[in-house]
C-alpha cells in the first residue's frame, strides 16, 4: 500500500496541485484506506462538513488515480450538506487616499528585500503564496516588461505582469536578490536563523504589512487586503467585471460580481449620493 501511495502522491503532483494539498490529500486518504469502509469517513459528523468534504475530494482523485467508476460515481452522488461559512472581515483600502500611501510607507521598510515583496503584493494581484513562489526567472523576465505564466490556487496558470516602471524596479530587486542567495523562489530569501520554515515567512511578512500600515495610521491590513483593493481600481477605471477578474487571476467573473453586489468601496457611496443630490435648487443657509 506504501508503494501504491507513493505512486497517488506522483500521480498528485502530475494534476499540478500544490504541495500542501498533495500532502493533505495523501493524508486523507492513507486515513480512509485504513477503515474497513472508506467511505465511512464521509459520515462521520463528527467531523466538520468542510473536513469531510476534503475526504471527497481526496478520494475523487484517488477513485481516478485507481479508475475505479464505481467509487467515483459514489463520491459524485455525495454531498457534504450546508455549513456556515467563517466571515473574516477583509480590511479594503480606498483606493485614492489608503491605497497610494500604503504603497510609499513599504518602500521605506528598512528591510529592501520585504518593501519588494510587499509593494508586488499590493500592486500584482497575487496572493502572498503565489508571490512566495515567484522564481527569479520569471521575475526577470517580468521586470523585462514580458508577459509571465505562473501557478497560482488551485494549481491552475495566471498571468503575471509588471506594467509600471516601479513594479519593474522592485521586481528586478528581488530577482537580483533570488540570485544572489542562490535560491530557487522568492520565500527563501526571508528565511533565517529564527524563521525556517515558509509558515514563519508568511506570518513575518503579515506582521510587517500590518505595522507598516498602521506607522501611517491605516490599521488592519492585511495581505488579501491588496486584492480587493485592486478589484476596486480596475473594477471602477474599466467598469468591467471581467477585466478586475482577470487581474486577480479568476477565470470567470463570478467571484468578482459576487463580491460587487455585497460591496461598495470606501467613499465611494458618499460621492455617489453627492453627484445624485446635487445642489443646484438648494437655497442657500444664512
Known amino acids: 500500500m506504501t508503494e501504491q501511495l507513493d505512486q497517488f502522491m506522483t500521480y498528485l503532483f502530475q494534476q499540478k496541485l500544490r504541495p500542501a494539498t498533495v500532502s493533505l490529500y495523501c493524508g486523507a486518504v492513507r486515513r480512509a484506506l485504513e477503515l474497513p469502509d472508506k467511505l465511512a ?26 479508475q475505479n467508476e464505481p467509487l467515483a460515481a ?8 450546508r455549513h456556515p461559512q467563517r466571515v473574516k472581515e477583509v480590511r479594503v483600502l480606498d ?9 510609499r510607507a513599504v518602500l521605506t521598510h528598512h528591510d ?38 505562473t501557478l497560482q490556487k488551485g494549481g491552475t496558470e495566471r498571468l503575471f505582469v509588471l506594467p509600471t516602471e516601479t513594479m519593474r524596479h522592485q521586481g528586478h530587486r ?14 527563501k530569501v526571508l528565511c533565517s536563523t529564527r524563521r525556517t520554515t515558509r509558515r514563519a515567512v508568511e506570518d513575518y511578512i503579515r506582521r510587517e504589512m500590518k505595522a507598516v500600515g498602521e506607522s501611517v495610521g491605516i490599521p488592519g491590513v492585511h495581505p488579501h487586503s ?46 455617489v449620493l453627492g453627484t445624485a443630490v446635487g445642489e443646484d435648487d438648494e437655497p442657500e443657509t444664512t
Do not use: C
Open 95 to 103: 483606493v485614492e487616499q489608503e491605497w497610494p500611501r500604503l504603497r
Open 41 to 66: 469517513i464521509l459520515g462521520n459528523e463528527k467531523i466538520g462538513a468542510s473536513t469531510r468534504e476534503t475526504y471527497r475530494k481526496a478520494l475523487f482523485h484517488w477513485a481516478s488515480f485507481t
Open 174 to 187: 528581488l530577482a537580483e536578490t533570488v540570485r544572489f542567495a542562490d535560491a530557487d523562489v522568492v520565500w
Open 226 to 271: 491588496a486584492r480587493h483593493t485592486i478589484a476596486d481600481a480596475v473594477y471602477e477605471q474599466k467598469g468591467d467585471a471581467r477585466a478586475a477578474a482577470e487581474a486577480l487571476g479568476h477565470k470567470g467573473t463570478r467571484t468578482v460580481e459576487r463580491w460587487y453586489m455585497d460591496h461598495t468601496r470606501r467613499g465611494k457611496a458618499a460621492s
Open 112 to 149: 529592501p528585500v520585504l518593501a519588494a515583496i510587499m509593494y508586488l503584493l499590493l500592486t500584482s494581484g497575487l496572493r502572498i503564496a503565489e508571490v512566495l513562489d515567484l522564481t527569479r526567472e520569471q521575475l526577470f523576465q517580468a521586470a523585462a516588461g514580458n508577459e509571465v505564466f
Open 74 to 81: 459514489k463520491l459524485r452522488s455525495w454531498t457534504p450538506g
